[in-house]
């Protein structure tokens, strides 16, 4: 069974930096697409980025392009997002998925997911 565990999340001022960590356990972790998606309070769950298993290959949504990079280690089964440039409207609660077979935006496309890590931009 695949487990994944986000951290990196926290506190940051608008205009600053941070670098949220997806941790993969269990079956063939590297063997699948990673995204990372976000949930801001009274709104649906929304696309974030993603990259492929080999990690050649990155989707982003259009709010977040040229700010924040998605970058695998797969030897230490690790999906990252570095994120800059924060601004308020990038407070939410961060989720890994894994499991899709392809890049896709799609949150069904994803089997497994983490329990969240929250990003919080204060203006």
């Known amino acids: 069974q695949r487990q994944l565990v986000e951290s990196g999340g926290g506190l940051v001022q608008a205009g600053g930096s941070l670098r949220l960590s997806c941790a993969a356990s269990?079956?063939?972790?590297?063997?699948?697409?990673t995204a990372w998606f976000r949930q801001a309070p009274g709104k649906e769950r929304e696309f974030v980025a993603a990259?492929?298993?080999?990690?050649?290959?990155?989707d982003y949504t259009d709010s977040v392009k040229g700010r924040f990079t998605i970058s695998r280690d797969n030897a230490q089964n690790t999906v990252h997002l570095q994120m800059n440039s924060l601004t308020p409207e990038d407070t939410a609660v961060y989720y890994c998925?894994?499991?899709?077979?392809?890049?896709?935006?799609?949150?069904?496309?994803?089997?497994?997911w983490g329990q969240g890590t929250q990003v919080t931009v204060s203006s």
């Open positions: 998925a894994a499991g899709a077979s392809l890049v896709s935006r799609y949150s069904v496309e994803y089997d497994t």
């Open positions: 269990g079956r063939a972790s590297s063997s699948y697409a």
């Open positions: 990259i492929s298993r080999p990690g050649l290959s990155a």
